[in-house]
């Protein structure tokens, strides 16, 4: 047991599934009081009326990852974000819960705060209780947003789901660069394995949007190019944040600064720049017939109770 009462479990490397980058650490199990919290901010603005998080932590430990800088606010305990990636909180009860919680009006999204596909899900394997739970009172509309290529474990489960609910799947492609996807997010599956999943999960009849956030040095048009190869839905485009747009709340954290400054990439966190590469990637969607938005207009796609 950890000092919050949570017990522990180690992670053996993931082989089947995941990629060998993933990151191993401590997994482990700890009651919540809730599965469906009520949506502020961003996500509010998008449209969604609550969110889900299956667990406190993530495994995957990119660099950028903003839900460090949330502190509290986002429901970390200390430990969470001074260890930040090196283990995962499960919530053993959120099935439970929600059996409880769930309601036809509800737009849910899952997750703001963790990938429910990080690698720590393949040993805790809640996700199936959750998709479970969600076929048997399904809400309004069902999002996931994960970058793990396990979520092709639970497939015949999501396809069941999609018979119930609005379900969309909104898969994170950062860059098309394989170096900068190591530097950035070491411990997340290559570019080109998250496109191929992206393009299966497509291909068995689900809703795939490919959400290109946070935006890390690319070749813009090349991975709008993929990105629209791989899925079957609008492209979303989130640049990384920065407090020159966006005064409070969570934002980039400063690893992802430092690392920038150390290579060179300092405009990629610069506004103006920003804003031309999205742009440039929304202009080359269109000229093939594709929706690209960027920030809440691209998220609220997401939420719409209309196909």
Same mark, same amino acid.
């Given at each position: ?23 191993? *650490? +401590? /997994?482990?199990? @700890? !009651? ?6 009520? =949506?502020? &901010? ?89 998709? *479970? +739970? /969600?076929?048997? @009172? !399904? ?6 947003? =994960?970058? &793990? ?94 407090? @020159? ?63």
């Amino acid at each position: 047991m950890d000092s919050f009462g949570a017990a522990t479990l180690p992670i053996a490397t993931m082989t089947v599934g995941l990629s060998p980058t993933a990151s191993t *650490g +401590e /997994l482990r199990f @700890a !009651p919540a009081t809730t599965a469906l919290s009520k =949506t502020s &901010g961003f996500i509010a603005d998008a449209g969604f009326t609550h969110s889900l998080t299956p667990a406190r932590n993530c495994t995957y430990g990119c660099l950028y990852c903003y839900v460090p800088t949330l502190r509290i606010h986002g429901g970390l305990r200390k430990e969470d974000w001074q260890r930040w990636g090196q283990f995962s909180t499960v919530k053993e009860n959120v099935p439970a819960l929600l059996a409880k919680q769930l309601r036809p009006d509800q737009r849910i999204y899952c997750s703001p705060l963790t990938d429910p596909y990080q690698p720590a899900e393949r040993e805790a394997s809640l996700m199936p209780q959750v998709l *479970g +739970e /969600l076929s048997a @009172a !399904p809400p309004e509309v069902f999002v996931i947003q =994960t970058r &793990g290529p396990l979520i092709l474990r639970d497939l015949d489960l999501l396809l069941e789901l999609a018979q119930r609910t609005l379900l969309r799947i909104s898969f994170s492609i950062t860059t098309n660069r394989e170096d900068i996807r190591r530097i950035f997010e070491p411990h997340c599956e290559p570019v080109a394995e998250r496109l191929a999943v992206m393009k299966e999960l497509a291909d068995a009849g689900l809703r795939v949007h490919a959400t290109l956030a946070p935006l890390l040095p690319c070749d813009p048009e090349q991975l709008v190019d993929q990105a629209m190869a791989a899925s079957n839905e609008a492209l979303i485009v989130d640049p990384l944040h920065v407090r @020159a747009t966006k005064s409070q709340g969570a934002t980039t954290r400063d690893a992802a600064h430092r690392l920038c400054a150390a290579k060179g990439l300092e405009e990629w966190l610069d506004p103006a720049f920003q804003q031309q590469i999205v742009e440039r990637m929304q202009q080359r969607a269109a000229r093939q017939g594709r929706l690209c938005g960027a920030g809440v207009q691209g998220f609220s796609w997401l939420a719409k109770t209309a196909t």
